[in-house]
């Protein structure tokens, strides 16, 4: 697996110290309260649980998963394929996503929860490529500004494989070519 990464963008270590720091301004904002983290799934989980275990807030966890199409247009359509256990009226929402591109999940996501009586939405994201924007959306918190390249490692994946790579790289030309 490791075989098939260029280069790595982010070590371990790197990861850690991003951490280390969101969850220092997320503990000073949660302080005495108690929100709903809801983890996008899938790539998000990784994050959300390492960040869970540096948060020293009470907090429920919580998952939704949606999947975005590309059609003929240019405008993104994002379908949700899993929904909440919680109901979310009333309650604070912290959102956990791996990495925010165009911002139409993002987008969508953050205009459902309002739509539901969330008391406030935030969303905490990894990583953000800002290059890839297509919708005015912005992540609260953002963990690591990335260049516009595809991505793999750390809850992030290419064809649904290389999620569990402790770091983020960066793909061989020669593995999509094979595909
Ligand atoms: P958006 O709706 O375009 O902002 O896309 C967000 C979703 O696309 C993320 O939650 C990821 O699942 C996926 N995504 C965006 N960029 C990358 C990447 O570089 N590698 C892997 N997945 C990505
Ligand atoms: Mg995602």
Same mark, same amino acid.
């Given at each position: 697996?490791?075989?098939?990464?260029?280069?790595?963008?982010?070590?371990?270590?790197?990861?850690?110290?991003?951490?280390?720091?969101?969850?220092?301004?997320?503990?000073?904002?949660?302080?005495?309260?108690?929100?709903?983290?809801?983890?996008?799934?899938?790539?998000?989980?990784?994050?959300?649980?390492?960040?869970?275990?540096?948060? #020293?807030? *009470?907090?429920?966890?919580?998952?939704? %998963? +949606?999947?975005?199409? =590309?059609?003929?247009?240019? &405008? /993104?359509?994002?379908?949700?394929?899993? #929904?909440? *256990?919680?109901?979310?009226?009333?309650? %604070? +929402?912290?959102?956990? =996503?791996?990495?925010?591109? &165009? /911002?139409?999940?993002?987008?969508?996501?953050?205009?459902?929860?309002?739509?539901?009586?969330?008391?406030?939405?935030?969303?905490?994201?990894?990583?953000?490529?800002?290059?890839?924007?297509?919708?005015?959306?912005?992540?609260?918190?953002?963990?690591?500004?990335?260049?516009?390249?595809?991505?793999?490692?750390?809850?992030?994946?290419?064809?649904?494989?290389?999620?569990?790579?402790?770091?983020?790289?960066?793909?061989?030309?020669?593995?999509?070519?094979?595909?």
């Amino acid at each position: 697996m490791n075989n098939d990464i260029q280069s790595v963008l982010y070590s371990e270590q790197q990861i850690d110290q991003m951490e280390d720091r969101l969850a220092k301004r997320l503990n000073a904002e949660y302080q005495n309260r108690q929100p709903i983290v809801v983890s996008v799934l899938t790539g998000a989980v990784f994050f959300t649980t390492d960040m869970m275990k540096k948060m #020293d807030f *009470k907090a429920t966890l919580d998952f939704i %998963d +949606v999947s975005s199409y =590309e059609g003929t247009e240019s &405008t /993104g359509h994002v379908t949700l394929e899993h #929904d909440l *256990k919680h109901d979310v009226k009333g309650q %604070d +929402v912290l959102m956990m =996503e791996d990495i925010v591109d &165009t /911002g139409r999940t993002l987008q969508y996501l953050i205009d459902l929860l309002q739509k539901r009586g969330a008391k406030s939405v935030k969303v905490c994201a990894m990583m953000d490529k800002p290059e890839g924007r297509k919708v005015d959306v912005h992540a609260d918190y953002a963990g690591l500004e990335v260049p516009n390249e595809f991505l793999v490692g750390y809850g992030l994946d290419y064809d649904g494989l290389y999620r569990n790579l402790p770091y983020v790289g960066i793909l061989k030309p020669s593995v999509y070519s094979q595909s």
